[in-house]
């Protein structure tokens, strides 16, 4: 088993910045960021292994920014010119070598005025 403890989300105004945190409770290959929106599907937002490839969706392309630190097992999120539309539960992932997943609990990010 895995655990993941997020933190960082908030209330943010049209074209703020917020970083979310996520760290995991071992080593695992691959972490990234999914978010939901009321009403949506849970969609990927940036994934990165535990040797720095990255994977963006592309409406986040240029924005945020994905980075870990394998000593702490710490995967953020830096996320620039945030747009309403970006507002969303945003929710830790994990994936083993073998494609098991887990996910954390879920951070509420808000971008409004």
């Known amino acids: 088993q895995v655990q993941l403890v997020e933190s960082g989300g908030g209330l943010v105004q049209p074209g703020g910045s917020l970083r979310l945190s996520c760290t995991a409770s071992?080593?695992?290959?691959?972490m990234g960021w999914y978010r939901q929106a009321p009403g949506k599907q849970r969609e990927l937002v940036a994934t990165i292994t535990s040797g720095g490839s990255t994977n963006y969706q592309d409406s986040v392309k240029g924005r945020f920014t994905i980075s870990r630190d394998n000593a702490k097992n710490t995967v953020y999120l830096q996320m620039n010119s945030l747009k309403p539309e970006d507002t969303a539960v945003y929710y830790c992932n994990g994936e083993t070598l073998a494609a098991t997943h887990y996910w954390g609990q879920g951070t509420q990010v808000t971008v409004s005025s």
């Open positions: 071992r080593s695992i290959y691959r």
